[in-house]
């Protein structure tokens, strides 16, 4: 039997937790993963890096890296390894600083401080490789990777937001707030989200895998900055939407700054909003955090989705999804019809 093909799209904490529930999915299933990553993000060790030698975000895709990183105790060591955060010189604390904002040692700038090995190592080998997909396939053999990691699209983009109540003495105010960081920091309420350029070129590997999938994964992840950017790339949207694959939607346990005041219903809202034509087959939700599930079952079938309620988040009361948990629920799901 072919293995079932799943494409997990996203970013940052979001989809690392999508790709270990994945991972834990993979004893009673035979999965091919492919996580597809956002490539705004302009804050930290990545945007600093943007910023001065230009190409694609690393942290993102690193953090996509790592979690599907093989259990060899020696991949296990150089998926440490990518994560490790250099200090400020003469032993200051291991920060990621805003971007363009270096750290300094003993009161001198230190360059390295605030940056993650594996963003660097990335950065490398794509100024080696000359492509950052070779160079996400390099270094997913160098971590014993169990799937492939892709870019949205190979070039960088910004994300922009009209927001309103930015400025809190103005709370009825709409302003353009610009940048990934800034729009996922916002105090005011997202009113639309675009990206620039607009329309960028998707990755014609990651299209190749949309149109190959068996089920294509959204979230969980910072919606606005993470999530609902893949559905404005138009190559990878007409691939989304052309797809033969089933859809899956795993909704977020609370609100994150950047969407205060958003519903459960009103982040599926937002689905169809940017992407009419987008039909999901199943909507996946904490059975604790998911509060009106009539509300979010009503708005599950305006897309043309079935509600599954499952307890996914840690026991320790954080708003966390448990990999472990959230593979048991995803099971079902994916191994339904094989």
Not at 181 to 207: F, I
Not at 244 to 263: F, H, Q
Request: a negative charge; proline letters at 8%; aromatic letters at 2%.
């Amino acid at each position: 039997m072919t293995p079932t093909r799943v494409v997990a799209f996203g970013g940052g904490h979001g989809l690392s937790a999508s790709l270990r529930a994945l991972r834990h999915c993979v004893p009673g299933l035979d999965l091919d993963i492919t996580a597809v990553v956002t490539v705004g993000d302009d804050g930290g060790s990545s945007g600093r890096l943007r910023a001065e030698r230009g190409g694609l975000p690393p942290g993102d895709l690193r953090q996509a890296l790592v979690a599907l990183a093989g259990d060899h105790p020696a991949t296990r060591r150089s998926a440490a390894l990518f994560q490790h955060r250099f200090a400020a010189a003469g032993g200051g604390e291991a920060v990621d600083p805003p971007a363009g904002q270096a750290v300094g040692g003993r009161g001198a700038a230190d360059p390295l401080a605030g940056h993650a090995v594996g963003n660097l190592l990335l950065h490398g080998l794509t100024e080696l490789l000359g492509d950052p997909v070779v160079a996400l396939d390099h270094a997913g053999a160098m971590l014993g990777a169990v799937g492939r990691v892709l870019p949205m699209s190979r070039q960088p983009v910004g994300i922009e937001a009209r927001v309103r109540g930015a400025d809190p003495e103005r709370p009825d105010e709409v302003r353009t707030v610009r940048g990934q960081h800034q729009v996922a920091v916002t105090s005011g309420t997202v009113e639309s989200l675009r990206l620039t350029p607009a329309a960028p070129a998707a990755c014609a590997e990651a299209v190749a895998a949309v149109h190959a999938a068996d089920w294509l994964i959204f979230g969980p992840g910072s919606w606005y900055t993470s999530v609902l950017p893949h559905l404005l790339v138009p190559g990878l949207a007409d691939a989304i939407v052309s797809s033969p694959a089933r859809r899956l939607v795993t909704l977020n346990l609370v609100a994150e700054k950047e969407t205060l005041g958003l519903s459960l219903p009103d982040h599926l809202d937002t689905l169809g909003r940017y992407l009419p034509e987008l039909k999901v087959d199943m909507v996946l939700a904490d059975s604790k955090a998911v509060g009106d599930p009539v509300a979010v079952e009503r708005a599950a079938e305006s897309l043309g989705a079935r509600l599954v309620l499952a307890p996914v988040a840690v026991t320790d009361g954080t708003p966390r999804h448990d990999p472990a948990a959230l593979g048991a629920a995803l099971v079902p799901v994916l191994g339904a019809d094989r």
